[in-house]
């Protein structure tokens, strides 16, 4: 499988995003969080999907520690956990998860600056100004996508995937840097008295819009977290579709097949 020494930089910078966790399952019950922790697997594991699959299969049925990434505190953590027996409809670990650049992904999301009132942002999918982050949306019919990639912006994705999906059912996830992460679910509907779709909000990214650092929040942790920002450049654009993007299909075909786009439904 090749060592350490063979994992590029770049591979050495990935892990698997944990996006939906099985309640009272391994990794729930080991305190691991959606959105903000990232397994991290040896090294040998990071570049293929069949070597992961095969790591995690080794696995089964044992008292393990695991190593994870936490966007939360900018660091490496262990837990330990008791997994599921190989078979099970839990998964082993009890997660769903995603390939992808742990050290990006504090800056590849979207902040939400403002919303407009009665607009689709605030009745369908409730977003707080300041405290709301964008990370990732999907349809019934396609895997996650992320707005962590390298070759994309979030906003170049978000515009992107909404513009192809006009009328669809979506999930957006959402974390709440008091909350922590949420799921909503809703139809992406054209906006009263207009004939095309908007979000009706102002977002930003970049390093005074990352994601925020302090400590962990969720089911188990109602502990707020303590916002970091430094001087570098943000921008700021209202998401909307407007209908005139003739390469979106394209486009939306890229973002899919990007490299990152390796997802297990559950582990």
Request: hydrophobic content about 30%.
């Amino acid at each position: 499988m090749g060592s350490s020494e063979d994992i590029s930089k770049t591979q050495s910078q990935y892990g698997f995003r944990i996006y939906n966790l099985v309640k009272d399952g391994p990794l729930y019950n080991g305190g691991a969080k959606e959105i903000s922790d990232f397994i991290i697997p040896p090294p040998e594991f990071l570049s293929h999907k069949n070597s992961f699959n095969e790591w995690v299969l080794s696995l089964a049925n044992k008292t393990i520690t695991l190593k994870l990434y936490s966007l939360l505190s900018r660091n490496y953590k262990y837990i330990e956990i008791k997994t599921n027996p190989q078979g099970s409809k839990e998964g082993i670990l009890g997660a769903a998860v995603k390939y992808e650049n742990y050290l990006n992904a504090d800056k590849n999301l979207l902040h939400i600056i403002a919303v407009k009132d009665d607009s689709f942002s605030e009745k369908k999918l409730g977003l707080i100004p300041d405290d709301d982050y964008i990370i990732a949306v999907k349809n019934k019919n396609t895997p996650i996508i992320s707005l962590n990639k390298e070759q994309f912006n979030p906003i170049e994705i978000l515009n992107t995937v909404i513009s192809n999906n006009d009328g669809n059912e979506m999930m957006f996830y959402i974390y709440n840097k008091k909350k922590g992460f949420r799921l909503v679910e809703t139809k992406l509907e054209k906006n009263e008295n207009e004939n095309k779709f908007t979000l009706g909000c102002d977002v930003a990214y970049g390093a005074l819009h990352e994601f925020p650092m302090g400590e962990e929040v969720g089911d188990n942790n109602n502990n707020q977290i303590i916002k970091e920002e430094n001087n570098q450049n943000e921008n700021n654009e209202i998401i909307s579709n407007n209908g005139n993007d003739m390469n979106r299909e394209n486009k939306i075909k890229e973002i899919n097949e990007s490299k990152e786009e390796i997802e297990e439904d559950i582990i």
